[in-house]
T-cell receptor
Framework: EAAVTQSPRSKVAVTGGKVTLSCHQT?????MYWYRQDTGHGLRLIHY???????EKGDIPDGYKASRPSQENFSLILELASLSQTAVYFC?????????????FGEGSRLIVV | KTQVEQSPQSLVVRQGENCVLQ??????????LRWFKQDTGKGLVSLTV?????DKTSNGRYSATLDKDAKHSTLHITATLLDDTATYIC?????????????FGAGTQLIVIP
């Protein structure tokens, strides 16, 4: 079964600190995504990648960097965490050319910036 | 402006009752629409995908319809169970490829009580 695992599952960070959220998939998917979920809002795309060593900006990339060192791993980096980045972050993978372009999500990483 | 609106925002039903969740959208073009289930503290899991005008799908106790002319979809859950308690999220894709954008609704929170 398709699997996407995220770490850490929750984190409290200090304003101005660096935060790295990691994502690992065993689906052999080329596409990986980082979304954030805020209460009362739909998921919003931060960064995505369709090949190792390359990342693309999504709809809300400001304040975030991404890294795709391998097909399996995709990280989201907050160099200087801010209060407004408190949210739940979801990683997902997909194979757009097969399996109906279904997104497979991780279980989320809850980030609280204080 | 939100392009995917879901209603109701929340819903409480008794176990065994049926319920209907609504999704209205303004995304253009509207290549496909997918319903996800999100259990509390978990990732999103795809329930069904609708592609064609007047599509209807069925997945066990879940069934869905799509009216592309009206840009409207419904998700029906019959004979609800306590495990159906979750947030149901409507997602509209503007293309059938990885180049497309996914537009997420904020979700309907369904609570099933004994």
């Amino acid at each position: 079964e398709a699997a996407v695992t995220q770490s850490p599952r929750s984190k409290v960070a200090v304003t101005g600190g660096k935060v790295t959220l990691s994502c690992h998939q065993t689906n052999n998917h080329d596409y990986m995504y980082w979304y954030r979920q805020d209460t009362g809002h739909g998921l919003r795309l931060i960064h995505y990648s369709y090949v190792a060593d390359s990342t693309e900006k999504g709809d809300i990339p400001d304040g975030y960097k991404a890294s795709r060192p391998s097909q399996e791993n995709f990280s989201l980096i907050l160099e200087l965490a801010s209060l407004s980045q408190t949210a739940v972050y979801f990683c997902a993978s997909s194979d757009p050319f097969n399996s109906g372009n279904t997104l497979y999500f991780g279980e989320g990483s809850r980030l609280i910036v204080v | 402006k939100t392009q995917v609106e879901q209603s109701p925002q929340s819903l409480v039903v008794r176990q065994g009752e049926n319920c209907v969740l609504q999704c209205n959208y303004s995304v253009t073009p509207d290549n496909h629409l997918r319903w996800f289930k999100q259990d509390t503290g978990k990732g999103l899991v795809s329930l069904t995908v609708l592609v064609h005008e007047n599509d209807k799908t069925s997945n066990g106790r879940y069934s869905a319809t799509l009216d592309k002319d009206a840009k409207h979809s419904t998700l029906h859950i019959t004979a609800t169970l306590l495990d159906d308690t979750a947030t149901y999220i409507c997602v509209v894709g503007d293309r059938g490829s990885a180049l497309g954008r996914l537009h997420f609704g904020a979700g309907t929170q369904l609570i099933v009580i004994p």
